[in-house]
């Protein structure tokens, strides 16, 4: 989609955000945030003290002051570019979603049937409970449940993939969102919400940066900077009589300007950035989250709760073995398994078939020239084959080629039933072959476990995160596949209460949780889960109860979505790390500069060796406002990511942007100084 190709520093979404830093001047928006309202104030105090010197009602440099003035000036509007770019991206992936709406024509229904009777309406007309029919061709006007029929469904323009999508009546994939367009056949479908209120609707007022709610972790980061400021306005304030009672009065713009360079403006400023940026990345992943909570939230996330099926494996069980009855040779086996499987377009009969290339080199044979007749699979045989002349070969359930074998005179050897077991104990499932009354083997199907995936939960272990897998197997094929994928833990023949009741008791344990789920039975879980994340394709229920909802419907995403979320919880505490420490070097600039006329003794923290009083002081000042320009990018994409545990993350943090954070102001007010200094701005 448009949307995940957003450039971080597109020209046209540059200049909007420029254009709205100068909105967000207005003091109604900067108290908001009370750090950079105390940049702004001192902005609108050193503009007037430069005006005043300028019109000789004050004595001073009005240059001097005019010079710091307008560099807090920029401070202020860079931090707000900042949280405008943040705004910008995700106002712009809002945009390319409302370009999916669309108003048109409905044909309310005035029975749940296809044949009722149509009335054409507006589709802004409709509303929850209202019954309509879709056909091909057709956008569906509203979130609903089909009632009845089947189609394929084009919901690129919503989940990004081009691939279409079956909808169906009845079961886990009912459900159906407004905007998506009808391909083929048709749908009945039940309005399940307003105008307004659809999904749509509620993902473009999830994007919207302007929208988002501080979460708790970030309101408590903002009392801490709050508590900071005010600790140093009033050591500032007080510096003012110490400097009268040693002789040499200190201007109010120096006291300003050390106001500003001692208070965490680097993170005040980019601190409402990097919580719009965590949204917007969320989203580049094609995950809506309700809130900055979730996120943030995910970010904590310790434990995670996965299904088996399409999460952990592949979805689709696969051949693996080919394990022959008595007085049978592997070869034969394979052969009659891929003859009797050719016309089986299951990705399981597909898998017999290339196992069989594979092992044996068993090419696909022409199907005209074998002049076959094939048999399909039903429901009531459990079985499906092919017949070949005078060969009848079967493949299918134990119970169903028992049955079938014995009566065509056969009998069913005790070493198949070994074999059935032993795939079974293995957590594999077993079909058994025949070739008229005639066992030929078993052949082994498993849940493939997706590559890379343990290697993924061995990142997670380290990380302090234990994973769980759901499944509704039985505990022995449980408990195989788990040592397998290599989980921590897992729950077998799980049920809806069973899945509440293990979120609840790692709660008890005051423990985070995620999961995943599609279907309505999967609600109860995902509203008690601390991180939620609802399938798009799945029903409506579940999307309702989740906070997050992942417009791919790919289970695998949990994984991302904590991921994101760590990541932009390390983006936060790297940021504040560097803009601490950046603090502390620039007291060695400033203090010196200030108060080395008053005393002396203060000339020993000069280790810059700055050129003079107004050079350290200017060049302060104009590093505190550049640094934020170049932290821009890194707030907006985020640290770089590596699984690690707390303590090697904390270790990481200090030693990279604690010290990082300590001598790059150092480097960077000296260079200024020189600069200015070979200018004679100074």
């Known amino acids: 989609m448009s949307r995940k190709s957003i450039a971080l520093f597109e020209p046209a979404l540059l200049r909007q955000s420029v254009a709205d830093a100068f909105k967000k001047l207005s003091p109604r928006v900067q108290w908001r945030n009370p750090v950079m309202f105390i940049v702004w104030l001192g902005s609108v105090l050193t503009t007037l003290l430069a005006l005043a010197m300028a019109a000789g009602l004050l004595s001073g440099s009005a240059w001097f002051s005019g010079a710091i003035a307008l560099w807090l000036w920029f401070t202020v509007l860079f931090a707000n570019v900042a949280e405008a770019l943040a705004e910008g991206r995700s106002k712009a992936q809002a945009n390319s979603l409302k370009g999916v709406k669309t108003t048109g024509q409905a044909r309310r229904l ?7 009777r149509v009335e054409l309406i507006p589709a802004s007309e409709l509303r929850k409970g209202d019954i309509v029919l879709v056909e091909a061709g057709d956008i569906i006007p509203c979130d609903g449940e089909v009632l009845e029929g089947g189609a394929s469904v084009d ?6 993939e081009s691939a279409p999508v079956i909808r169906e009546s009845g079961g886990d994939f009912a459900s159906v969102t407004g905007g998506t ?14 105008p307004g209120e659809t999904f749509l609707d509620r993902m473009i007022a999830m994007v919207e940066g302007a929208q988002r709610r501080k979460t708790p972790n970030e309101i408590a980061l903002t009392i801490l900077l709050v508590a900071l400021t005010i600790v140093f306005l009033l050591a500032t304030t007080t510096l003012w009589p110490f400097s009268l009672y040693g002789g040499t009065a ?35 992943a094609n995950v809506i989250a309700t809130s900055g909570r979730a996120v943030e939230a995910a970010g904590d996330v310790d434990v995670l709760l996965l299904d088996k099926t399409g999460t952990i494996t592949l979805g689709n069980r696969q051949a693996a073995a080919f394990l022959p009855a008595p007085g049978v040779d592997e070869q034969q086996l394979a052969d009659a398994a891929q003859l009797s499987s050719l016309a089986d377009e299951t990705p399981e009969g597909r898998s017999i078939v290339v196992l ?14 074998l002049h076959a007749t094939f048999v399909p699979f039903t429901a009531q045989t459990r079985m499906s084959g092919i017949n070949i002349d005078q060969r009848m070969i079967r493949k299918g359930s134990v119970d169903a080629i028992r049955r079938h074998v014995e009566a065509n005179g056969g009998h069913f050897p005790a070493q198949v039933d070994s074999h059935v077991e032993n795939v079974a104990r293995q957590g594999g499932t077993p079909l058994v072959v025949a070739e008229g009354a005639r066992v030929l083997g078993v052949i082994a199907l498993k849940d493939i476990v997706k590559g890379g995936i343990k290697e993924r939960f061995a990142q997670l272990r380290q990380m302090g995160i234990k994973t769980v897998m759901i499944t509704g197997d039985n505990r022995l094929t449980a408990a195989a596949i788990a040592a397998e994928a290599g989980v921590d833990d897992f729950l077998a023949e799980a049920t809806p209460e069973a899945k509440l009741a293990l979120i609840r008791q ?6 985070l949780v995620a999961m995943t789920g599609d279907g309505t039975n999967d609600a109860p879980a995902l509203a008690q889960a601390d991180v939620a994340v609802a399938m798009n394709s799945g029903t409506q229920a579940a999307k309702e109860a989740g906070n997050m909802v992942d417009l791919d419907s790919n289970p695998t995403k949990l994984i991302e979505v904590v991921h994101i979320g760590k990541q932009m919880l390390m983006t936060r505490g790297s940021l504040t790390t560097f803009s601490i420490a950046n603090d502390v070097a620039k007291y060695f600039a400033i203090i010196p500069a200030a108060f080395a006329a008053t005393y002396p003794q203060l000339n020993a923290l000069n280790v810059m060796h700055l050129h003079s009083p107004a050079s350290a002081i200017l060049s302060a000042v104009i590093f505190n406002a550049l640094i934020i320009i170049f932290l821009i990018p890194l707030a907006l994409r985020g640290v770089s990511y ?8 904390l270790r990481r943090n200090l030693w990279l942007y604690g010290l990082g954070g300590l001598l790059a102001p150092f480097a960077g007010i000296k260079i200024i100084d020189v600069a200015l200094t070979l200018a004679h701005l100074v």
């Open 110 to 116: 005035n029975a749940p049937r296809h044949d009722a």
């Open 155 to 160: 919901e690129s323009a919503i989940t990004g």
């Open 181 to 194: 367009r009808i391909l083929s056949d048709w749908l009945v479908v039940q309005c399940s919400v307003n």
């Open 250 to 284: 200190v201007s109010v713009t120096v006291l300003v300007a050390l106001l500003v360079c001692l208070i965490p403006t680097t993170i005040g400023g980019l601190l409402s950035a990097i919580g719009v940026a965590g949204m917007s990345r969320m989203l580049g």
């Open 356 to 369: 069989a290339k594979q092992k044996f080199n068993l090419r696909e044979r022409d199907l005209q020239s």
């Open 506 to 511: 790692y709660q008890s344990e005051g423990r």
């Open 642 to 649: 590596r699984p690690l545990s707390a303590a090697a993350m």
